[in-house]
């Protein structure tokens, strides 16, 4: 072993444990707010990584899943709409069929002509080839933004109407495992299982520092990762937001009797974690330049165990055992191998639940009722 | 048997055994996302044992042993936690798993490990009926009714006199062993084994099986294994025969989509106490000696 490699790992272990942080603060929103382990992040870090890659490749039929995913979330606010409404019952059922039936026309027009190949043609030549990124970070944050309420509304609103407290269930968490299933399936039927390449669209900006070699994109995205949590812990402690969300995470059921407007801001948990995840995928993409269609079970996971060390629901928490886990799966793979890295990280999250189960700065309340 | 039929027979008998492993646990209130950690023993120990010159017939029991042993002894840690944090013990004790025997190199650590004798499906299938029968004479034990007591409330059941730990770590280690005999068997029927196969997303889809099929009776695992076995092979074969090959790339997203749908209309699973009991008594008895509908786990 090279000991002169050691202060360049432990900043290859920081750069990637920017990556691990914003999964993990997604995933510890989620469970601290509605307590279920939400499994469509992984899914959503995965699906905004590719439609980056696709976007940097030219591949234009990522539009058409940004437009499906526009098109459900429009029916289901229709749908939502319809239900309010003070209209007879006979009404309201010819309305939904005919919703799910304009749904499907609209689908089945998307899926037939795919005009997603022409629309970004269009697109490409309006912001130029250098600008390509941009349009990339669009992509992905439209279409994970739009996907996250509909998986609000099928992990926890439906559910809530219809059972009472459904944090207390099974289901958020088969529905969410649900949502993964179909991503994932969606990336593979469209693109393949396979590794998909580009080139990082800023080049091997670097710098020396003394032995240890800086890239350039990946100390930004460090940076912006921890800027992005830190401004959002901020919010959390600051604004009404904040104080609105943390009241929801305390008490779900007196939340609402003390004025807070639950189905308004649950939605806004959703779309923020999933904004955090497609964050985190963005700069997967452009600093490793590699992604498949597994990297949510590969990579994202891993972040569980970060969220875990930190102690779940807790933002700094999360941020910490990140950093430790990049650290502790870059210094494995760099003193034993790459095989070894699962054991050191899953054996210190096994180790750490059956030790200490509210992790190094947890709360105890989180995720102790049956579910 | 056509060869077609025979390995989707095959593939429905083992996911059936998987799926009774994570019932066991489930049916019991815990959600035990470590298949793959448990099938992964199973099958390595048992092609071990017999490359040790050991027969297949005493390899597969003693595979099974060792896995309850392994089960038995991380129960008492890992039944500690609940909830989210049982979820993740047991997701991270799968992948430690992994991780493990993708080192070993007597294992073929990531080259895979050849089996050497062949069970065929005139082994896997009686194996399957026999499992079948089993779980259902233990739902219907002392132990399976503490069982379903725990799953429906454990404070009550504590308060009743069960002993909720016993029948805990009873539910893990019986559900290790049968995911166990499932992996010796995947082992010796396809002679082949590597750790990619068990992954994370065996895990999900053998808990969602169990959670869909229903987790309330017997019946659950049974359906909701051959349902989502069947269903995407059967849309496969429709896409063939049609000749519309979209249907067998989306099967799985339809397969996704099912799920969703069904956690918001049929949560308890396909199979509930209610219907069974209802189906048992189709003259007469109906809702007065029904149970009162539970929720899900």
């Known amino acids: 072993m090279d000991l002169s490699q050691l202060p360049q790992q432990i900043v290859n272990g920081l750069m990637l444990g920017g990556v691990y942080v914003m999964v993990a603060v997604a995933f510890t929103l989620i469970i601290g707010m509605l307590n279920f382990l939400n499994f469509t992040v992984p899914a959503l870090f995965m699906l905004a990584a590719v439609l980056m890659w696709a976007i940097l490749e030219g591949h234009g039929i990522a539009l058409d899943l940004t437009a499906i995913a526009v098109l459900l979330v429009l029916a289901m606010m229709v749908a939502d709409r319809l239900q309010q409404a003070r209209l007879p019952a006979s009404v309201k059922t010819v309305g939904a069929l005919g919703l799910v039936a304009g749904a499907c026309v609209f689908l089945w027009l998307i899926l037939s002509f795919k005009p997603g190949p022409a629309v970004f043609a269009w697109l490409d030549g309006a912001v130029g080839a250098s600008g390509r990124w941009l349009l990339g970070i669009v992509v992905a944050f439209a279409t994970v933004a739009v996907l996250s309420l509909l998986i609000e509304r099928f992990t926890y609103r439906y559910m809530k109407a219809k059972y009472g407290d459904a944090t207390e269930h099974a289901l958020p968490l088969v529905s969410s495992l649900g949502f993964l299933i179909v991503i994932e399936h969606t990336v593979i039927s469209t693109w393949g299982s396979d590794s998909l390449t580009t080139e990082s669209p800023f080049g091997n900006a670097s710098f020396e520092l003394g032995p240890v070699l800086f890239s350039v994109p990946q100390l930004l995205s460090l940076i912006l990762s921890l800027a992005i949590v830190f401004g959002l812990s901020v919010m959390l402690k600051t604004t009404k937001l904040g104080r609105a969300l943390r009241s929801i995470a305390e008490r779900p059921d007196t939340a609402p009797l003390m004025g807070v407007e639950v189905s308004r801001i649950v939605p806004v948990v ?32 891993v972040a569980i165990a970060g969220m875990v060390l930190g102690g779940l629901g807790n933002v700094w928490g999360a941020i910490v055992g990140a950093m430790l886990i990049g650290m502790v799966e870059v210094m494995s793979i760099y003193m034993v191998g790459a095989t070894f890295k699962k054991i050191p990280i899953w054996g210190l999250l096994l180790l750490i639940l059956i030790v200490r189960p509210t992790g190094l700065f947890g709360h105890t309340a989180i995720g102790k009722g049956k579910f | ?103 070993l190199e007597f294992l073929g650590a990531a080259a895979g490990y050849p089996v050497e004798s062949h069970a065929d499906y005139l082994v896997v299938v009686p194996v399957t009926v026999l499992v079948v029968l089993l779980c259902f004479i233990l739902m219907s034990t002392r132990l399976g009714l503490a069982m379903r007591s725990i799953h429906d409330d454990e404070a009550v059941a504590t308060l009743f006199g069960v002993d909720v730990r016993l029948a805990k770590v009873a ?38 099986y169990v ?15 051959a349902f989502f076995t069947v269903v995407p092979e059967a849309l496969r074969q429709i896409a063939t025969a049609s000749g519309h090959a979209w249907i067998a790339d989306s099967r799985f997203i339809i397969f996704g989509a099912i799920i969703v749908l069904m956690m918001v ?20 008895g109906g809702r007065s000696g029904a149970a009162p509908a539970a929720r899900a786990a």
């Open chain 1, 270 to 301: 959703y779309v923020i974690a999933g904004l955090l995840c497609a964050t985190a995928g963005i700069l997967f993409t452009i600093n490793y330049t590699t992604v498949d269609a597994y990297i949510g079970d590969t990579v994202a996971t």
């Open chain 2, 265 to 284: 209309f049929r949560p308890e699973g396909l199979v509930t106490r209610t219907m069974v009991d209802r189906a048992a008594t189709p003259f007469g």
């Open chain 2, 1 to 103: 048997m056509s060869g077609y039929l025979e390995s989707q027979l095959i593939i429905l008998c083992l996911n059936v055994i998987y799926a009774y492993g994570i019932f066991l646990p489930a049916a019991s209130g815990q959600l035990n996302l470590g298949a793959a950690g448990f099938i992964t023993i199973g099958a390595y120990s048992s092609a071990w044992i017999n490359a040790s010159g050991a027969p297949m017939y005493i390899a597969i029991p003693a595979s099974m042993l060792f896995c309850a042993a392994i089960a038995f002894t991380i129960a008492f840690p890992i039944l500690r936690t609940r909830g989210v944090y049982m979820v993740l013990a047991t997701f991270a004790f799968a992948e430690v798993v992994a991780g493990l025997i993708i080192n």
């Open chain 2, 171 to 208: 539910a893990f280690t019986l559900g290790a062993a049968l995911m166990s005999l499932g992996g010796a068997l995947y082992g010796h029927h396809y002679n082949y084994i590597e750790t990619q196969t068990f992954n994370v997303l065996l895990s999900i889809y053998i808990l969602l």
């Open chain 2, 211 to 225: 959670l869909l099929g229903g987790t309330q009776t017997a019946w659950g695992p049974l359906v909701g294994a």
